[in-house]
């Protein structure tokens, strides 16, 4: 079964972004992939501001990673490109930490003028990390998504379809459930058991 990291990169209590991010949770989980959820508001400022790689919060986020097939992360456009706390544990990764791993990002911000910024921002860094392949992301304006009074999260139905053609595009990048290694020594074993396909 696929794993994916599904990482809340803004600091609000009340985020956009992040609601994006659940929605995009639920479709993933949808597809029958295992997520791990974590928020940039689960660590200590300090951890990550003075780059405390052996923090707890900080290894259990990179080993959560280092399993992962792929990483969906979210974030609010801040200044025109991803905000800086999430820069600030992305900086904690290991090098070449992201590798072999395919990844979508989701992106809030006020004006649909920043609708690239996430895909202009993040790609080198993630590139930087040795990432396998990265998804078109999905860019939803303040208008497009809003949490409601009863708890729930609105997205625009348009908006809402384009998060569900980029999880499902996102989710194709993921190893099938059915899927098996090939292993040259095992070859015609595996055929024969009819646990690969040619
Ligand atoms: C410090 C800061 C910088 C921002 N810079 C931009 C920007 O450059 N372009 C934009 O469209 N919106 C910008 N915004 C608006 C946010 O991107 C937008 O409100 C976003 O939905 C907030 O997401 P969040 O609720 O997940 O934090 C900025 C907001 C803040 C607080």
Known sequence: MAIVVALAGSPSAKSRSSGLLKRGIELLVESG???????????VAEDLIYGR??????????????????LLIASPVYKAAYSGGLKTLIDLLPEHGLAGKVALNLATG?????????????LPVLNSLKIKF??????????????????????????EERLRLAI???VSYLPHPLSAELAPGRLVEQIRQGRISV
């Open 168 to 170: 499902n595009s996102f």
């Open 53 to 70: 790689f052996d923090s707890p919060a900080v290894q259990a986020f990179n080993n959560a990673v280092k399993h992962a097939d792929g």
């Open 134 to 159: 990265q998804v078109g992301g999905v860019f939803a304006t303040d208008r497009d998504v809003a949490w409601q009074v009863d708890g729930s999260f609105h997205v625009a139905p348009d908006t």
């Open 110 to 122: 006020g004006s649909a003028a920043f609708t690239l910024s996430l895909d202009h921002a993040l």
């Open 33 to 43: 992939v295992t997520v791990q959820q974590f928020s940039l508001t689960d660590f």
